[in-house]
C-alpha cells in the first residue's frame, strides 16, 4: 500500500517480506530524538508480540529465543510507532527510550564507532 493507509497488526504480518532465515531488520528509532538507537531481528511472533504489546521483541539469533528488550536490564523500549519499509523487508520501530538502548550502555549502538565518510560539497557534488 503507497497510499498512507495504517496497516493493522494482521495486515502487517501478512504484508511484511522476511528473508530466508524467516527475519526481518528492525531499526529502533527514538521518538523524541530521532536518533537510531539500535538494529535487531524480529520473526513473524516477535514481529506479532511488539505491535500488540507496545514493547519491543526481539528474536535473538545467537540464543535462539524471544527476548523482550528491557526485561533483565530496566531499559526499555516502549513503542510508539512503526512501518514497513517500501519493499517491506524492514521495519522502522519509534520508541520512548528508558536507559541506553545499547548493550554495552552506550545510548545508541552506534555511538561507540563513528565511521569517517566522504561527504559531497552541497554546491558542486564534488567530495567535500
Known amino acids: 500500500m503507497t497510499d498512507g493507509t495504517v496497516l493493522d497488526t494482521d495486515e502487517a504480518l501478512a504484508l511484511a517480506r522476511f528473508d530466508d532465515t524467516g527475519l526481518l ?3 529502533i528509532q527514538e ?9 535487531g531481528w524480529m520473526d513473524r511472533e516477535a514481529l506479532r ?11 535473538s539469533r545467537s ?5 523482550r528488550k528491557g526485561d533483565t536490564s530496566g531499559h526499555v523500549q516502549y513503542v510508539r ?8 523487508d524492514a521495519l522502522l520501530v519509534t520508541v520512548d527510550q528508558v536507559g541506553p ?4 550502555g552506550a ?3 552506534f555511538d561507540t564507532h563513528p565511521v569517517h565518510a566522504h561527504t559531497l560539497d552541497d554546491t558542486t557534488g564534488a567530495p567535500a
Open 25 to 27: 531488520a528492525a531499526v
Open 31 to 39: 521518538e523524541s530524538t530521532r536518533q537510531v538507537l539500535m538494529v
Open 49 to 59: 508480540r511488539t505491535l500488540t504489546e507496545g514493547r519491543v521483541v526481539f528474536w
Open 63 to 67: 540464543r535462539r529465543e524471544y527476548w
Open 81 to 88: 510507532g512503526a512501518a514497513l519499509d517500501c519493499d517491506a
Open 101 to 104: 538502548a545499547c548493550h554495552t
Open 107 to 109: 545510548h545508541a549502538c
